[in-house]
C-alpha cells in the first residue's frame, strides 16, 4: 500500500523490457507544488509509470516496499523533481499540518541507496550532480545521471512557461532512458534548451511578461547541467 500522504497513480503501456518509471514529486513548499504539477499526467515515456506525489517523509527504500518493487529484479529510472542538495534529494521533512511545514525536509535518496539503483536517475533539482552524481560515477557500472551542479531556478508560472518545463523534462528523460554513449544523451537535451531560449526571444515578436527570466534561468540550467553515465 501507498505511504501515508504519497498519492501514486499508475500507467502502464507495453513496455519494451523489465523497466519501472517512478516519476517522484515531493510537493510540501511553493516551489515543489508546482514541479509536481509538471509531473502529472506526464507524456509516455513509453515504459510502465508511477506518479508518486510526496506530503509527508518518505525515503527511495520504503517507496520501493510500499509499491512492491524488488529492484533486484526490475530497473528503475527514477525522475525526481523537488529540493536537492550536494550529497542528496530532499523530501518534506514532517508530515502535513505541521508548524514550519513548507521549511522542513528530510532525506528521500542518498548515495547509501545506490545499491539499490535506480540505473537512470534525473535529478531535476538543485546540486545534486555535485555529490550525489560524482557518486554514481565512482561507484556504479552500467548507470545513467542528469542533474545539475548548482541552484536552479524557475518561472512557476503555467502556459508556455509550465509547457516548456515539461517539453525539457520528457526530452532529458527520454534521452537518458534510451541514450547509447554520452553524446546521445547530451545532444537532445541541450537542443531542447536551445528551442526554449529561442521561444522566449523577444526578437521573435513574442512578448512574455517573465521572458527575461525564463531565459535567465534557462541559461543557468545549461551552464550547470551535468550528465554522467557509467
Known sequence: MPHDDTTTTQNNPAGSGNLLILLCA???DDLTEYTSKLLENFQSLGEPTVFCKIESPLTYDQLLSNLAVDPKTTEIGLIFCGHGETASLQGP???????DYKKLRSFFYDDSFLHLGPT???AFCCSAAVELGDAYYRLTT??????FDDEIGFVKKGGDYADWWRKILH????????ANDIQELEKPIREI???ALAHFDPRTGRRYRW???????????????????T
Not at 171 to 178: D, E, F, K, R
Open 142 to 147: 552500467g548507470s545513467t545521471f542528469v542533474g
Open 193 to 195: 534548451y536551445q528551442e
Open 26 to 28: 515531493p510537493s510540501h
Open 93 to 99: 521533512g514532517a508530515p502535513p499540518g505541521t508548524p
Open 211 to 229: 521572458g527575461l527570466m525564463m531565459r535567465a534561468y534557462l541559461r543557468k540550467q545549461l551552464k550547470d547541467i551535468s550528465f554522467i553515465r
Open 120 to 122: 537512470f536517475m534525473l
Open 171 to 178: 526530452t532529458s528523460a527520454s534521452a537518458m532512458l534510451s
